[in-house]
């Protein structure tokens, strides 16, 4: 069975900074693109970063230049380094990633961490 489990979330002030962590395990090839969302309350659940098995990087605006994901493909790691919080990156953040297997690939969710920004 894979699992995806993340660590790192907690209560920060504003302008602080935040490290995510991700871990892979179970029975698979290897990992395509990794990734961390994030959802607010009330919101839908939404792309903060990726980042593919070669290193490429995409960032949607709203963290652009204050967030970088990184991966450790030999530990099957992810992380998000999370800088210059602001009360708005108040969310659950999801790590997610393309398994592959033998002759197929599926889509893996962790269980969320909350990461609270206060003002």
């Known amino acids: 069975q894979v699992q995806l489990v993340e660590s790192g979330g907690g209560l920060v002030q504003t302008g602080g900074s935040l490290r995510l962590s991700c871990a892979a395990s179970?029975?698979?090839?290897?990992?395509?693109?990794m990734a961390w969302y994030r959802q607010a309350p009330g919101k839908e659940r939404e792309l903060v970063a990726r980042i593919t098995h070669f290193g490429s990087t995409n960032y949607a605006d709203s963290v652009k230049g204050r967030f970088a994901i990184s991966r450790d493909n030999a530990n099957n790691m992810v992380y998000l380094q999370m800088n210059s919080l602001k009360p708005e990156d108040t969310a659950v953040y999801y790590c997610n990633a393309i398994m592959v297997t033998m002759g197929t690939s599926f889509n893996q969710w962790g269980q969320g961490t909350q990461v609270t920004v206060s003002s």
């Open positions: 179970g029975s698979f090839l290897r990992i395509g693109i």
